[in-house]
Each structure stands twice: as structure tokens, then as C-alpha cells.
């Protein structure tokens, strides 16, 4: 199971493997997870579905949750329902979300959740990022450390699943199970995410110097298989943009300097060098891992109490 995210290195296989869904309609972010997920499979992003068909069974998810899971659930609820709407030869195997944000300790871990409308309605990048750089201004110093965070949500079928998952009843049934999953583990609450997170950073000794940080939780279950992966990439925010490179870097990209390359930010490297750093490569290589059936680097992740 899981083949979509598996590399077909296979000629005779190509054409074979299951669709992934990523339910985004951020070119950015959807460009990233392209060129990421380059040889696992075809990728169809939100914009690949016509307009109106996307409004009635994808719907305007309302990302109301104060944590990133709660977030990430409400958007993969939206996109089993548009999956389970497609004709069986266009039905994704994988459906995919991702939330993520920017969260910087000193000021009480924000953005975070809000990093998307962080300075208001209308969402405006450029408007999030000239206040974020005025709150580093305010702080007194001209970096402050943070850390991008991406949270997948991934729900994928076996082909005896896929023949279950209809528009009449699958999505429905799919999304109660998860639920139930989600609920029974503690993530839909916002308390242990901010908890693991606050214990990483002020009492785990491994996160010190690391550049990234990743960690999977799974579960099977008899409708679909669901993955939880979190992915952590550490740098500084600064009260100065750098974009070196025209045309890179998205979001607060301009702002962000990671600890591999503290010299340069987010959109002063190419795309291909921002995937071997980033939070949302890191999230995605645990959970290729995953798919090849090994299992997740679990050195880094937050001890269980």
C-alpha cells in the first residue's frame, strides 16, 4: 500500500501508480510539494479540478483551530470529500494536506497557526512580513530564532479500499474512522500539540544545532490508512527581507534564515536547495520513509509521558 510515494523506478510501472491529491491551491506551496514528490506519482493540486466543482465538494474550508492538526483535519475532511466526488479512473489514492506556518518562540510562538493571515484580512504576504519584521524591530535585536512547521495529513487506499470509497457513503465513513483516530490519540485538542512543542524546545538536548526535525504517527485502519507527520526546519527571523533571486521563496521566505545556510534566506536559494532544508521537506522524506516501509527516525521525537 502507500505505492504513490513510493519512486517507480520500474519503466513497465510508470502510469500504474495511484494519484496524489494535495489539497492546495497556493501555487507556491504546491510547487514545492511537485518538486518534492518528483517521481512518486502524477500530483494534481486544487487547481487542477474545475472551479465550480471544487466549490461544491471541496468547499472554503474554515481554518478555525488555534493548532496546526485541528487545521490540517478540517482541510483533509474538505478534500476526502472531493476525492470520493471524481470519477473512479481520476480517483487520487492519496489525499494530502498540509499546514504550516511560521512560529517564533520570543513572540509567544506567533505567527503560527495565523501565519497566513498574520497582519489581516485581505491575506497579504507582503502585509505579514512588514509586521513581522516590525515585531523583531520592537524586540530589540536584528534576528530572532523560529522555526517553519509543516503538519501532513495524509490519507491513502489499497485498491479494495479505493472500490469502498464512493461519493454516496465512503467520504463519510472515511472521515468518522479518522476522526475517532485523531480524537482517541489527543491531537484534536490543541494541548498536546503546543505541548510537544514547547518540551522540544526548552527540554529536549537533541533539537539544539539541528537543522530539521521530524516525526510520524500512523494508523491503519480498515477504511484507509492515516499518516501524522510533522516537520520542523530552525533558523532566525529578521527584521530585514533578503530575495536574492527573483521569482523564489513565497510567504515569509524573504524573512526567514535557516540554520544551514544563516547568511542567506528562504528566497536567496533555489527551490531545489530550499527542498533539502525546509520543514516541508523533512516532514515529506519521514513519511517516504514510511511509505517504503521503514521505519521513521524517531531519535528527535518528543519524548511520550
Known amino acids: 500500500m502507500f505505492r504513490a510515494l513510493v519512486p517507480i523506478d520500474d519503466p513497465s510501472q510508470r502510469g500504474n501508480e ?13 510547487r514545492e ?8 506519482g502524477p500530483v494534481k493540486g486544487l487547481g487542477d479540478y474545475p472551479q465550480d466543482f471544487v ?10 483551530q488555534d493548532h496546526f492538526v485541528g487545521n ?14 471524481t470519477v473512479e479512473e481520476r480517483k487520487p489514492g492519496v489525499v494530502l494536506v498540509d499546514d504550516s ?9 506567533a505567527p503560527g ?16 512580513r512588514k509586521k513581522l519584521a516590525d515585531c523583531v524591530r520592537q524586540s530589540g535585536q536584528e534576528r530572532l530564532e523560529a522555526y517553519f512547521v509543516s503538519v501532513l495529513l495524509c490519507a ?21 474512522a479518522l476522526d475517532a483516530a485523531l480524537k482517541n490519540a489527543g491531537w484534536l485538542g490543541a494541548d498536546r500539540e503546543k505541548e510537544t512543542f514547547r518540551h522540544l524546545l526548552k527540554e529536549d538536548p537533541h533539537v539544539k544545532g539541528r537543522q530539521q526535525l521530524s516525526w ?16 520542523l526546519c530552525f533558523g532566525f527571523v529578521s527584521s530585514t527581507e533578503q530575495n536574492l533571486i527573483p521569482g523564489e521563496g513565497h510567504g515569509y521566505d524573504a524573512l526567514f534564515f535557516p540554520v544551514a545556510e544563516p547568511k542567506l534566506s528562504f528566497a536567496s536559494v533555489p527551490l531545489q536547495q530550499k527542498n533539502l532544508w525546509s520543514h516541508r521537506a523533512a516532514a515529506l522524506e519521514c513519511l517516504r520513509s514510511l511509505s517504503l516501509g521503514q521505519k521513521a527516525d524517531r531519535r528527535w521525537a518528543p519524548q511520550q509521558r
Open 18 to 30: 495511484f494519484m496524489i491529491l494535495v489539497c492546495t491551491s497556493n501555487s507556491g506551496k504546491l
Open 33 to 40: 510539494f511537485e518538486a518534492l514528490l518528483h517521481g512518486a
Open 55 to 64: 466549490s461544491t465538494h471541496f468547499g472554503k474550508p474554515v481554518e478555525n
Open 72 to 85: 490540517a483535519w478540517i482541510k483533509l475532511q474538505a478534500g476526502l470529500r472531493l476525492a470520493a466526488a
Open 101 to 109: 506556518g511560521l512560529c517564533v518562540p520570543q513572540l509567544d510562538f
Open 113 to 128: 497557526v495565523h501565519s497566513a493571515t498574520f497582519a489581516g484580512e485581505p491575506r497579504s504576504d507582503q502585509g505579514n
Open 156 to 176: 491513502d487506499f489499497s485498491k479494495e479500499q479505493m472500490s469502498a470509497f464512493s461519493a454516496e457513503k465512503g467520504a463519510g465513513k472515511v472521515v468518522t
Open 216 to 231: 510520524s504517527h500512523v494508523w491503519e485502519l480498515p477504511e484507509a490508512t492515516l499518516r501524522l507527520v510533522f516537520g
